[in-house]
């Protein structure tokens, strides 16, 4: 995960390089989108830690973005993932996120065609019943991340997006776990949407 964030800055860095001019104002308006999400997640302040490996999720998103003189953008963002499993590192059983729902806000620079961005907002999971590691719940919290955008045309974007999610889970949940359990996540996401 460490690699995205610096692949992110590098792109940044080689598209600004090439811009001829900062164009916020072809950002404005609203967007929607599919996109692919590669999650690492892990318990965290748990006496009974059970390593999981990264899962592949789906899903859709779609936001506003308001352009402020040339070169700033803010906007806000919602979005839904389906279902990813997550394997222990014995390969069974498996840990499950059924739904994510994630909720934020952006700011960014325009450079030339490219938007780099920072985001926070709040996200919640739930997850189902994994014999040995959990009973189904749910868990939300703060998730904060980078991104870089790209216009491929007038109307049509493309994205490489990095997030890290802190979540607590209803009490309880996590087996075995002490009451100050977290599950957090990294997540890198490519993505493709429609501006409108």
Do not use: C, K
């Amino acid at each position: 995960m460490r690699f995205t964030a610096s692949a992110i800055a590098l792109a940044a860095a080689f598209a600004a390089s090439g811009a001829a001019a900062q164009d916020a104002g072809q950002w404005t308006g609203f967007y929607a989108g599919f996109a692919t999400n590669i999650i690492s997640p892990e318990f965290d302040n748990t006496v009974a830690a059970t390593p999981l490996q990264e899962g592949t999720s789906f899903g859709v998103y779609g936001g506003y973005n308001y352009a402020i003189g040339d070169s700033f953008v803010v906007g806000a963002e919602l979005s839904y993932s389906g279902p990813a499993t997550f394997q222990t590192s014995l390969g069974s059983p498996d840990f499950e996120f059924d739904n994510v729902v994630n909720a934020r806000v952006r700011g960014g620079y325009a450079v030339g065609n490219a938007l780099v961005y920072g985001s926070l907002g709040y996200q919640q999971v739930s997850y189902g019943a994994a014999a040995g590691i959990s009973t189904a719940g749910n868990a939300s919290g703060l998730v904060y991340g980078i991104g870089l955008e790209m216009l491929l045309a007038d109307n049509v974007s493309v994205r490489l997006d990095y997030t890290s999610t802190h979540m607590n889970p209803d009490a309880g949940t996590i087996l075995g776990a002490s009451s100050g359990v977290q599950i957090d996540a990294n997540a890198v996401g490519l993505g493709v949407a429609l501006h409108f």
